[in-house]
């Protein structure tokens, strides 16, 4: 007898249909799968013929065939459990096929016959939305993931004894049933953090310049460098970026807490959209393959991970040449593209860089005092910097240096996150209504015409960014990030036009570069 049942798969963050078909027969009592299924859905039979036995079922001896259709698309992972033992029980007559029509089946099974919980059930259930499937069962544990997908029926499978499709309580039947058929999203979601606990900038001292710098990178999402000697605040600046940046939009929360999903991060004790950018800080020893994402089975690396949210990279030195190379093409094009030989996978990558350095190993060129004296070579200080090349700085738009503050009485708190945070805040509705006209949320974003329809330059100011970029002999995409950069301070300033001011501003943020390129 022949059945089919409705699976889903994960291809880079999004959710793909799989026809699990199932076919028994007379024969010799064997079970083979076909479609490409890798190590962990061949070991499913096992699993299958276990947990029927211990739920009471009968596993069939006959010849057992199960096709995972689309057949050339190679299938990873233990979610086609629960829609291989639908399938051979439908198909020996044990249970209705009624109760399966046009639903979709998710789930690991233990031997015992429990339903266990499994990675990126949030795009999974979000394609079967777009298909227009009404129904899924899968995990429990699963099941308020899935519940943020709104206009379907969720039900949480705990065991496989209640596939049957029996509801009620879930004390009582093993079932919990959760109905959503309104907003795409649950508007109830509470928010869930994947960064960092609130932290204030009043508790910085000083650096007055370096958190100005700081809230223009975070009104216009702009990549930030801070350079200085050890124990100046450059790293409790960046910490506490998140607390100055908008919460997510809902359909950023649901692009971001897809990823999640699919690298299994997410806690499953509730409804888990995430309402807070992620702040993703690896260690300087991390892999190209980490950083960038990749692998045999290709997963989402830390740029993918920090999708809408901050990557912060401490010390950025210490990182291999090869890994901070890579970042130049997501900087630019704000995705990762992963190529292998039967796929190639295209992972979200929209992430506001920031990042740390001291300027020579020592800690102190540039920054000597009676008590503190740079020990390093010139030839330490240029293997040192050199692994920074110009076309990454170049992508880099705030790039500022942070001294060593003075005890006097410039070393006060300064303003707080909550007033820095409305100061971004004003900036990004002056963005978001600008849109209208250049389709661009936000500044870091604008290119092309887009650029130039939102950037209206008064005349000294167009003078004097000719002459900065005569003089300095700067790129064309240094050029253009100055000019973003004016829109975004000019932003802050309620400003319609860009002055000269804003272009004066801007231009002090890149001279960074001009200081270290000599070195490299």
Not at 201 to 207: K, R
Not at 283 to 309: D, Y
Request: net charge neutral; hydrophobic share 40%.
């Amino acid at each position: 007898m022949y059945t089919r049942m409705l699976c889903a798969a994960v291809q880079g963050v999004e959710g793909r249909l799989i026809e699990v078909e199932v076919d028994i027969s007379p024969g010799l009592p064997q079970v083979n799968i076909v479609g490409l299924p890798d190590p962990a859905v061949r070991e499913s039979v096992e699993r299958v013929r276990a947990a029927l036995k211990n739920c009471g079922y009968q596993f069939p001896l006959q010849r057992i065939t199960v096709n995972l259709a689309p057949a050339d698309l190679r299938k990873e992972g233990t979610a086609f459990d629960v829609a291989v033992a639908a399938g051979i029980l439908v198909g020996s007559g044990q249970l209705k096929p009624e109760a399966y029509d046009g639903a979709l089946l998710i789930g690991e099974l233990a031997l015992s016959g429990e339903v266990r919980a499994v990675p990126g059930v949030l795009p999974m259930v979000e394609q079967a939305r777009r298909h227009g499937i009404g129904k899924v069962l899968l995990p429990a544990a699963n099941a308020a993931e899935a519940s943020l997908i709104g206009g379907l029926k969720v039900v949480g499978l705990h065991h496989l004894s209640r596939l049957d499709g029996r509801e009620g309580e879930a004390g009582a039947s093993g079932i919990e049933v959760c109905s959503t058929a309104g907003s795409y999203i649950a508007a109830d979601a509470p928010a869930w953090s994947v960064g960092l606990p609130s932290l204030d900038y009043a508790d910085v001292l000083g650096q007055q310049t370096a958190k100005r710098a700081v809230l223009t990178a975070a009104a216009g999402r702009h990549n930030l460098l801070l350079s200085g000697p050890p124990g100046t605040g450059k790293t409790m600046l960046v910490k506490r970026l998140p607390g100055i940046m908008p919460p997510l939009t809902e359909q950023e929360a649901l692009e971001v807490t897809k990823i999640y999903s699919v690298a299994g991060k997410l806690n499953g004790s509730g409804p888990v959209l995430l309402r807070e950018r992620p702040f993703r800080t690896p260690h300087h020893t991390i892999s190209t393959g980490g950083l960038i994402g990749g692998g045999t089975v290709p997963r989402p690396g830390e740029v993918t991970l920090a999708h809408q949210g901050i990557l912060f990279l401490d010390e950025l030195p210490e990182f291999t040449r090869q890994a901070l190379e890579v970042m130049r093409q997501p900087l630019e094009d704000r995705h990762v593209t992963i190529s292998r030989a039967r796929a190639v996978l295209r992972f979200p990558a929209h992430f506001m860089l920031a990042a740390s350095l001291n300027p020579c190993p020592c800690g102190y060129y540039g920054h000597e005092t009676d008590e503190r004296r740079c020990s390093c070579t010139p030839h330490r200080i240029s293997a040192y910097m050199a692994k920074l090349s110009g076309p990454l700085l170049d992508r880099i738009d705030v790039q500022v240096d942070v001294p060593r503050p003075r005890m006097d009485k410039s070393l006060q708190p300064g303003m707080s996150s909550a007033d820095m945070s409305r100061l971004v805040q004003a900036a990004v509705e002056r963005q978001q209504y600008r849109m209208k006209v250049t389709g661009v949320p936000w500044n870091s974003d604008l290119q092309g015409k887009a650029l130039y329809a939102a950037c209206h330059l008064r005349k000294e100011a167009a003078v004097l960014l000719d002459n900065v970029y005569t003089t300095l002999g700067l790129s064309m995409r240094a050029h253009e990030r100055i000019l973003k950069l004016a829109r975004t301070i000019a932003d802050l300033a309620e400003q319609e036009d860009i002055l000269a001011e804003h272009i004066a501003e801007a231009v002090q943020y890149r001279c960074l570069d001009r200081k270290l390129l000599p070195l490299l």
